[in-house]
């Protein structure tokens, strides 16, 4: 298949708070460039002291068919570290649902 991925810039309204982030992008594969942009939509909202509600989306069209994902989920801060959880929904025309969970743990390095 050869390297592929994904070149694409974000543009983020609001503060540490609440926040909206919205992007456009093309991706690569066997060196070519992709003839349709990506779309991100997402953002976070703070809901108490250590607590964050967090969307994370993607939206693409190719060759007519449109495929996108959708996330919903939290994030936790604690001192030293910060536990993500949700999950992804796969969407495209198949309507298939589904839903993918994701766990991560952001532990920060240096001061």
Same mark, same amino acid.
């Given at each position: 298949?050869?390297?592929?991925?994904?070149?694409?810039?974000?543009?983020?309204?609001?503060?540490?708070?609440?926040?909206?982030?919205?992007?456009?992008?093309?991706?690569?594969?066997?060196?070519? /460039?992709?003839?349709?942009?990506?779309?991100?939509?997402?953002?976070?909202?703070?809901?108490?002291?250590?607590?964050?509600?967090?969307?994370?989306?993607?939206?693409?069209?190719?060759?007519?068919?449109?495929?996108?994902?959708?996330?919903?989920?939290?994030?936790?801060? /604690?001192?030293?570290?910060?536990?993500?959880?949700?999950?992804?929904?796969?969407?495209?025309?198949?309507?298939?649902?589904?839903?993918?969970? /994701?766990?991560?743990?952001?532990?920060?390095?240096?001061?």
């Amino acid at each position: 298949m050869g390297a592929f991925g994904l070149a694409y810039g974000v543009v983020t309204i609001g503060n540490h708070n609440i926040n909206l982030n919205l992007g456009l992008g093309y991706g690569f594969a066997g060196g070519e /460039w992709g003839d349709t942009p990506l779309f991100h939509i997402g953002g976070m909202a703070r809901l108490s002291k250590r607590g964050y509600l967090l969307s994370e989306n993607y939206f693409i069209a190719v060759d007519g068919d449109a495929f996108g994902v959708i996330s919903l989920g939290g994030r936790t801060m /604690w001192n030293r570290f910060s536990l993500d959880y949700g999950g992804f929904i796969p969407v495209s025309e198949t309507n298939a649902l589904f839903i993918i969970p /994701w766990l991560g743990f952001v532990v920060p390095l240096g001061n």
